[in-house]
């Protein structure tokens, strides 16, 4: 795939098939937040992977899905659930602009995952305290996002944003998801 297709596909997913992520793609997902840019490349952004199923099924009732939907089209019945949850941790005993080098190493993730047809959803919306004593983090490790993963059960594009859109994400009659993305022009002007 091209890198713009990748980038045109690589949308969020939330209802996967029950098959496991293989090994090889959760290799390439920490490889590729092993070579992520960083601030002075002090490299403080850190992975938890959580691949066994018992530990999925732990990690299922802490994440929230789809907050602009109503909670039976956005969230993944029992037969739709992700197969692998990724922590995303930072080490705090590194100085430097943390969140942005965690958002490029996310945006790596997801793309690599993506590169071999595992969609991914990044879930900001959790109970990092109960998750960060379910991960044995330490004091110094602050969970910033965890990443719900698997292969993907329904199609997901982008539409153009319009006034009646707005930026809510929603589903089509086949309940596949619709993301409106504001146009070029509206988020790029030559100086
Ligand atoms: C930092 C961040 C936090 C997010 N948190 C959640 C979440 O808690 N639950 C969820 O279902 N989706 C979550 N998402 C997914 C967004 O809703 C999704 O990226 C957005 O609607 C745009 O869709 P797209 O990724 O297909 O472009 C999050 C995305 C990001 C980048």
């Known amino acids: 795939m091209d890198i713009m297709e990748l ?7 939330r209802r996967f098939a029950q098959k496991p992520v293989p090994a090889d793609v959760i290799a390439d997902m920490i490889e590729a937040v ?5 601030g002075a490349n002090r490299q403080a952004v850190r992975l938890v992977i959580a691949a066994k199923p ?6 299922q009732p802490l994440v929230k899905w789809a907050a602009y939907l109503p909670p039976e089209q956005g969230t993944p019945k029992s037969e739709e659930l992700p197969t692998l ?5 930072q080490d705090t005993t590194i100085p430097g602009d943390l969140d942005t080098d965690t958002g490029i190493a996310l945006a790596n993730l997801t793309l690599a995952a993506w590169a071999k047809g595992v969609g991914s959803c990044i879930m900001g919306a959790i109970d990092r305290p109960r998750l960060t004593q379910l ?4 004091d110094t490790e602050k ?13 997901a594009r ?6 009646a859109t707005g930026v809510k994400y929603y589903l ?20």
């Open 85 to 89: 949850f990724v922590a995303v941790v």
């Open 135 to 138: 991960l044995g983090l330490s």
């Open 7 to 13: 980038l045109a596909t690589r949308r969020t997913y």
């Open 34 to 38: 092993r070579l992520s840019s960083c």
């Open 54 to 59: 018992e530990d999925v099924a732990r990690i």
């Open 158 to 163: 982008v539409v153009p944003l319009t006034v």
């Open 143 to 155: 969970l910033h996002t965890m990443v719900a993963l698997g292969y993907p059960t329904h199609d």
């Open 172 to 191: 089509d009659d086949n309940r596949d998801y619709c993301v409106p993305k504001r146009s070029a022009e509206e988020i790029a002007r030559y100086l």
